[in-house]
């Protein structure tokens, strides 16, 4: 298969969404009692996934309201802003970010997101392709 031919796709679950905050593609969600909303705190236990628009398959009714599709395997792309490495190790972070994992987070399997797929050269904002780890 030639590299023109792949597609950027994953696998994604439909989930429940809070009616309180909306969310954007790209972005890390977390689960509260009412549903999906973005991530707003480092490392959050409380972490889903990445709320995807590459999706080629979907689990889930999609026939209810309020739901985001949500990565469960394969590569999405995640909002970042600052320099990354390929393999580094993504978590949670203010503002529905994905940031790099420090020795400690790692440790803490329940809230890593992925592996990073792509170098980052600088800190702006962007969407980069990462692998999806369920821990």
Known sequence: MSEQNIVQSDIAELMKASSKELAQPGQVLVQTETGLKPSSKRADPTVV??????????????????????????????????????????VSDIGAFATKATEEEKKNKGVIIGKVLQNKEDNSIERINILILNS
């Open 49 to 90: 996934g990445v709320y995807t628009d590459s999706f080629k398959y979907v689990l889930g009714d999609d026939k209810i309201d309020n739901q985001y599709p949500v990565g469960i395997a394969g590569r999405v792309r995640v909002l970042v802003k600052e320099k990354l490495e390929i393999g580094d190790l993504l």
